[in-house]
């Protein structure tokens, strides 16, 4: 069955760093664009950055030089460093495998999520 398995959450002051990591199986991961996604409590789920199956990568406005994704593809992995933290970070983050088919069939798979709290 496939799952995506995050880790790396936990409290950090602010200004400091964490890394969020995604372990994928189940599926054919180098073709999947993968996302974080992360969500606080009494809002929706916000997209925070995603790197394709081509390693284009895009970022929220709100992370942009802050944080930074990658992926190992021989690991299964899709990775989230996050520097700088700030309170405004603090958020359940989730991982995302998604695949749009030729034919319009979208593959689309999510996490559990992993707690990040930033806070003095």
């Known amino acids: 069955q496939v799952q995506l398995v995050e880790s790396g959450g936990g409290l950090v002051q602010p200004g400091g760093s964490l890394r969020l990591s995604c372990a994928a199986s189940?599926?054919?991961?180098?073709?999947?664009?993968m996302s974080w996604y992360r969500q606080s409590p009494g809002k929706q789920r916000e997209l925070v950055a995603t790197?394709?199956?081509?390693?284009?990568?895009n970022y929220a406005d709100s992370v942009k030089g802050r944080f930074t994704i990658s992926r190992d593809n021989a690991k299964n992995t899709v990775y989230l460093q996050m520097n700088s933290l700030k309170p405004e970070d603090t958020a359940v983050y989730y991982c995302n495998a998604k695949y749009a088919t030729i034919m319009g069939t979208t593959m689309d798979y999510w996490g559990r999520g992993t707690q990040v709290t930033v806070s003095s």
């Open positions: 189940g599926i054919s991961f180098s073709i999947y664009d």
């Open positions: 790197i394709t199956r081509s390693i284009n990568t």
